[in-house]
């Protein structure tokens, strides 16, 4: 993930990055290791498929042949990351050795940040197109007078939301030299989404450490938060684009975001069931401005190029990554407050892809990330199973008190 996923080439007729070539490599070695004695399917493990199988089926009902191409690039990045990380990432050493490995990649994406703004310009980026013998015309975005970082990433706002994710694990995982290090490097992205959501990722776990000896908290908080939503849709006219407009600092966006939700949401119910593909959109006389501009929110691009079922489909392995398998009383594994700590931390790194996707729209690493983040959360409910079929047998891992209240601890 170190090396700019722009930095591309062909193998055939099939494009690659760095990223994309290692999961591709590592998919078929990973399945392997899931067939392997004493290994354990999960719920989300099936909603993964069904989420890879859906964006693979679709541009066919569709009769949208020619963006099977470009399905199948997603399928891979999505899908190779989650199997990858479910095949080789699991157990206490696994995870803990991933958190070192992203330390690295954090650190060196927060120097390149620096380094554009020394320079002044987006430097890493711009030494890309002469060496794939391509102009790549990307221009210093700023933010009032501050230039918005891009790092080794494709945008500002993917660099923003990536370290936002790495803060997320970085907090509990209790480095919280490279908690600091994040936040630095989403401040120089200057992404207001990444930002915000941040800002709810600590408040989050200084919540979580207020209350820690009661087992009810997370109970407590899944109300709050229903509660503030209840509120929001009972109060405001147009309640999504509320929160929309609220996840931005400067009105501009998102009132803008606001329209392109509207638009969206008109082009979303002329092809409901398969959407268009990556064909252009847009079926008025004169298009509306929103049909020519980008949609920055992975929750309609996806219904936008797949159809509404890709939506449920990416929820439900998301959320089961983490929820639910509590099992009997009396039969939770030995806790181990390490991986405890762990587990809730990639299940915030969860919530964090699903809150800013609202406002992001994910492509490249940042994607395959996101499945290689829900792939090591399943696997801390593979251990808990596990363990819970031994009947208190020790396995490293468990639930986090994130996903289900801290059951361990009842």
């Known amino acids: 993930m170190a090396v700019p996923s722009s930095l591309t080439f062909y193998i055939g007729d099939s494009k690659f990055y760095a990223a994309r070539l290692m999961v591709s490599i590592l998919f078929i070695p990973a399945l392997l290791q899931m067939f392997g004695k004493g290994r354990r399917f999960v719920a989300c493990d099936a909603f993964a498929l069904l989420v890879g199988a859906w964006m693979v089926a679709a541009p066919i009902i569709g009769g949208r042949y020619e963006s099977l191409s470009s399905a199948q690039a997603l399928v891979v990045e999505f899908l190779g990351g989650y199997f990858v990380a479910r095949g080789f990432i699991l157990g206490r050493a696994a995870v803990e050795g991933f958190v070192k490995a992203l330390k690295v990649l954090v650190a060196i994406a927060v120097a390149a940040a620096m380094l554009d703004h020394i320079s002044g310009r987006l430097l890493l980026n711009s030494l890309i197109g002469p060496i794939i013998g391509m102009h790549l015309a990307w221009e210093p975005e700023y933010r009032g007078s501050l230039l918005r970082a891009m790092s080794i990433f494709p945008h500002p706002i993917l660099y923003g939301a990536f370290c936002t994710v790495s803060g997320a694990l970085f907090i509990y995982a209790?480095?919280?030299?490279f908690v600091g290090v994040s936040i630095l490097g989403c401040v120089l992205a200057m992404s207001s989404a990444p930002l915000l959501v941040f800002g709810i990722v600590i408040a989050v776990y200084c919540y979580d450490a207020l209350l820690h000896r009661y087992a009810w908290r997370w109970r407590a908080f899944t109300a709050m938060v229903a509660c503030f939503f209840a509120y929001i849709w009972i109060v405001t006219e147009h309640?999504?684009?509320?929160?929309?407009?609220?996840?931005?600092?400067?009105?501009?966006?998102?009132?803008?975001?606001?329209?392109?939700?509207?638009?969206?949401?008109?082009?979303?119910?002329?092809?409901?069931?398969?959407?268009?593909?990556?064909?252009?959109?847009?079926?008025?006389?004169?298009?509306?401005?929103?049909?020519?501009?980008?949609?920055?929110?992975?929750?309609?691009?996806?219904?936008?190029?797949?159809?509404?079922?890709?939506?449920?489909?990416?929820?439900?392995?998301?959320?089961?990554?983490?929820?639910?398998?509590?099992?009997?009383?009396?039969?939770?594994?030995?806790?181990?407050?390490?991986?405890?700590?762990?587990?809730?931390?990639?299940?915030?790194?969860?919530?964090?892809?699903?809150?800013?996707?609202?406002?992001?729209?994910?492509?490249?690493?940042?994607w395959l990330l996101w499945g290689v983040i829900l792939g090591i959360r399943a696997g801390f409910k593979e251990d808990a199973a596990a363990a819970r079929t031994n009947a208190g047998a020790y396995v490293t891992g468990g639930m986090s008190p994130l996903a289900a209240g801290d059951l361990a601890a009842e």
Request: no cysteine; charged share 15%; aromatic share 16%.
């Open 174 to 177: 209790r480095q919280w030299t």
């Open 239 to 366: 309640p999504l684009s509320w929160i929309i407009a609220n996840l931005t600092f400067d009105p501009a966006t998102g009132y803008f975001r606001m329209g392109t939700w509207d638009r969206a949401f008109y082009n979303i119910g002329l092809s409901p069931l398969t959407g268009y593909g990556f064909d252009e959109i847009g079926f008025s006389v004169e298009k509306d401005v929103f049909d020519i501009a980008t949609v920055d929110a992975v929750w309609l691009v996806m219904p936008l190029r797949f159809g509404i079922p890709i939506i449920p489909l990416l929820l439900l392995a998301n959320i089961s990554a983490y929820f639910g398998g509590a099992g009997k009383r009396g039969r939770q594994p030995p806790r181990d407050d390490d991986m405890q700590n762990l587990g809730t931390g990639f299940t915030l790194a969860i919530w964090v892809f699903m809150l800013v996707g609202l406002t992001v729209h994910f492509w490249n690493a940042m």
